[in-house]
């Protein structure tokens, strides 16, 4: 049904509104705090060994699940070098909102599908948006290649998503968060993106 597809709500509404799809959008300083808490399981590890956290996360997963939709370039890159490709990641060439080393870079051609989309820091834009939603009807894994920040991506990713995807992304010093989208973690999102005002 469009409601499992994640397209629509109960009452046939779309998750996201014409003002948010047509502008940029932008983090009210309100919600600062409220974002900086993880939304989902935290499953903690070394910071050096990201493999460690991020097996945990897998392991826990049920066994139906939709699409694995990873949030960053450590987890992005931290799958990878398990073997396992994401359906999509969504990367920066940032972590901790530094540049990466050489190493740590993602090697996009493990994906069959490149996007980019520009995305300033504490913003949401409709070239983020049209990038996901993309990604999502795509057959083909998919990379997001963001210019600017993807740290709020799992708003939109939510809110877009079929119910059932699993949306995976790093807690700096903690480890990895993941989040499975439920019709209540899509109101939460559309809750959130609300109180995002018209840049």
């Known amino acids: 049904?469009?409601?499992?597809?994640?397209?629509?709500?109960?009452?046939?509404?779309?998750?996201?509104?014409?003002?948010?799809?047509?502008?940029?959008?932008?983090?009210?300083?309100?919600?600062?705090?409220?974002?900086?808490?993880?939304?989902?399981?935290?499953?903690?590890?070394?910071g050096d060994?990201?493999?460690?956290?991020?097996?945990?996360?897998?392991?826990?997963?049920?066994?139906?699940?939709?699409?694995?939709?990873?949030?960053?370039?450590?987890?992005?890159?931290?799958?990878?070098d398990m073997e396992i490709i994401?359906?999509?990641?969504?990367?920066?060439?940032?972590?901790?909102?530094?540049?990466?080393?050489?190493?740590?870079i993602v090697d996009m051609g493990r994906f069959e599908e490149v996007k980019n989309a520009t995305n300033p820091a504490g913003c949401l834009t409709p070239s983020l948006l049209e990038s996901i939603e993309g990604a999502i009807f795509s057959q083909n894994s998919v990379v997001i290649?963001?210019?600017?920040?993807?740290?709020?991506a799992p708003l939109y990713i939510h809110c877009l998503a079929p119910i059932g995807s699993v949306v995976l992304y790093g807690q700096p010093n903690v480890g990895v968060v993941s989040q499975i989208t439920t019709l209540a973690v899509k109101e939460r999102c559309r809750e959130l993106l609300s109180m995002f005002e018209v840049k």
């Open 145 to 152: 290649n963001v210019d600017g920040e993807e740290d709020l």
């Open 86 to 104: 994401p359906d999509i990641g969504l990367i920066d060439g940032m972590t901790k909102r530094t540049a990466l080393s050489e190493s740590d």
């Open 1 to 46: 049904s469009r409601i499992r597809g994640g397209f629509v709500d109960r009452d046939g509404n779309p998750w996201i509104d014409d003002i948010q799809r047509n502008n940029v959008i932008k983090m009210a300083p309100i919600l600062d705090s409220e974002l900086k808490t993880p939304m989902g399981q935290t499953y903690s590890g070394p």
């Open 49 to 80: 060994l990201p493999e460690v956290a991020m097996s945990s996360a897998l392991e826990s997963l049920p066994e139906k699940r939709g699409s694995i939709i990873a949030v960053g370039d450590v987890t992005v890159k931290t799958l990878l």
